[in-house]
């Protein structure tokens, strides 16, 4: 069964605006991780967040990890057209191991110019 | 080098068709995943490689057959394959060998999107 699940499943939103997505997940994790993946490519990695942390930033991007509500939320601020892509959770959940990345269904987020 | 390189980009193959997928990665990283996503759908695991030994084959049926020459290089050989296994097949790679913690970040390649006829 999935360990993450997303939400919204896909959002549209004007140039400029900021854009949230949530991620839940079910069992205890190592880290929780977001990734983005262009049309019909590869994943590329945006920020891995570790379970005793409970906000990092990298550039417009905020993530935070709420370990009691089992939940992540991902902010990208000021959006570009450029973010226009799948953006996907993948949890490492501790039951199932070390470095198995389990990944969430995705937002498809969608930039209007 | 700070990239994962896939080939080839596309193949179209037939059921009774033998073909390969190559993955390639000079980072040194010490173990290499092999992912199948399906259209709108997130990437589920096939198999992984740690130091060039197969440490997780997620019940993936016999006729895809990976195979791990060198640190650098996996490859993923296909054997009559069904239209269902139609999909984008995603190689991927982090710095640890498989089972020493918590997950790294995965490097991905840009996939081999793949038709079965």
């Known amino acids: 069964s999935q360990q993450g699940e997303e939400d919204p499943q896909a959002l549209s939103i004007q140039e400029g605006e900021n854009a949230t997505m949530n991620c839940s997940y079910k069992t205890s994790i190592n880290n929780l991780q977001w990734y983005r993946q262009n049309s019909g490519r590869g994943l590329v990695h945006l920020i891995l967040?570790?379970?005793?942390?409970r906000e990092k930033h990298s550039g417009r991007l905020r993530v935070t990890l709420d370990t009691s509500k089992k939940s992540s939320s991902l902010l990208i601020t000021a959006s570009r057209a450029a973010d226009t892509a799948s953006y996907f959770c993948?949890?490492?959940?501790?039951?199932?191991?070390?470095?198995?990345?389990?990944f969430g269904q995705g937002t498809r987020l969608t930039i209007n110019p | 080098d700070t990239e994962v390189t896939q080939t080839p980009k596309h193949l179209v193959m037939g059921m009774t068709n033998k073909k390969s997928l190559k993955c390639e990665q000079h980072m040194g990283h010490r173990a290499m995943y092999w992912y199948k996503q399906k259209a709108k759908k997130p990437p589920e695991l096939m198999f992984v490689?740690?130091?060039?030994?197969?440490?997780i084959n997620e019940s993936v049926p016999s006729r895809f057959s990976p195979e791990c020459p060198n640190s650098s290089l996996l490859n993923l050989h296909l054997h009559a394959l069904q239209p269902e296994d139609s999909a984008l097949y995603l190689c991927?790679?982090?710095?640890?060998?498989?089972?020493?913690?918590?997950?790294?970040?995965?490097?991905f390649g840009p996939g081999t999107r793949l038709t079965v006829l």
């Open positions: 991927a790679s982090s710095p640890r060998r498989y089972g020493s913690g918590a997950t790294d970040t995965q490097y």
């Open positions: 993948a949890t490492d959940p501790i039951i199932q191991g070390a470095q198995k990345l389990v």
């Open positions: 967040i570790r379970s005793n942390e």
């Open positions: 490689y740690s130091y060039e030994k197969l440490s």
